[in-house]
């Protein structure tokens, strides 16, 4: 196997499956961790394939409601025009030429996705950042190294069996958070993009995509560690790996999620 990655998944699996506790220490600074990164290859575009869902794992269900902006069940204040909806070619076409908030003016490019649309998992995160909007592809930065990390220490990839997007198409000015209106244009094709590509698990990385996933207004440390229900697709939550990188203590907590995702995934033994 020469792709860097594949080697490095197939290492990080093998200890996994020999019991190891974590193999992404607390004690693993940024720094060594990228070191690290910078010796895989860059990300994947995916193969496309019709998309078809499949069951799911008993799951729980937040009751509280988002305030402030439409989450995942709830009806938008802007719905997307028919014509766009058809279609996964006719929304991606829609996204790419969206004018729906004032995000549309400053960006170089609307990022729609990454990875394999046939992939079993679907990774939404929040909202492309300079590299993103320079290139037009989620995670390719500093953060998106380490999400495929993260992704390759449970035996995924964005080359094979995991799609990725983000709550938001677009750049915000600075890198600065989603506001509540931003998200409410922009959440119908997120809807949208999730109905066409029908993943078998969700993967909610960081407090955005999981507020709006959950529909729950909660801060993300009290949202992990438990598997829900988005439209009838198992979900799980972790801290967006932007934070992990500013918040090493929090690998283990990751780690923990991690596999909390894999035994959705591996469904009940
Ligand atoms: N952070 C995100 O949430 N998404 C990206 O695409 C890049 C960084």
Redesign the pocket.
């Known amino acids: 196997m020469s792709d860097p990655r594949g080697r490095l998944a197939t290492y990080l699996d093998q200890r996994r499956r020999m019991g190891e506790p974590g193999v992404m220490p607390a004690e693993l600074a940024p720094g060594e961790l990228l070191a690290l990164l910078r010796t895989t290859a860059a990300p994947a575009s995916g193969r496309r394939r019709e998309a078809g869902g499949q069951g799911v794992v008993p799951a729980s269900r937040e009751a509280e409601s988002a305030k402030g902006n439409a989450a995942g069940g709830s009806a938008s204040p802007f719905p997307l025009p028919e014509a766009a909806s058809a279609d996964y070619r006719a929304l991606r076409e829609m996204a790419l030429a969206c004018t729906r908030c004032r995000l549309a003016e400053g960006r170089r490019h609307v990022?729609f996705s990454d990875g394999n649309p046939a992939g079993r998992l679907m990774v939404v995160?929040?909202?492309?950042?300079a590299r993103?909007d320079a290139t037009g592809l989620?995670?390719?930065?500093q953060?998106?190294k380490l999400l495929d990390l993260m992704l390759a220490s449970v035996g995924l990839s964005r080359s094979d069996s995991v799609y990725i997007c983000?709550v938001l198409k677009c750049r915000p000015p600075g890198n600065r958070n989603p506001l509540p209106d931003e998200i409410d244009a922009c959440a119908p094709l997120l809807k949208r993009q999730i109905d066409l590509v029908s993943p078998e698990v969700l993967l909610a990385?960081?407090t955005f995509a999981a507020r709006w996933l959950t529909e729950t207004n909660k801060p993300l440390g009290k949202l992990r560690g438990e598997v829900y229900s988005y439209q009838g697709v198992p979900l799980v939550v972790t801290y967006?790996?932007?934070a992990l990188l500013r918040n090493p203590g929090w690998n283990r907590l990751c780690w923990d999620d991690l596999q909390l995702l894999r035994q959705v995934m591996d469904g009940p033994s």
């Open positions: 990022v995160g929040e909202a492309p950042g993103e989620p995670f390719v930065g953060a998106g983000n990385a960081g967006h790996p932007a």
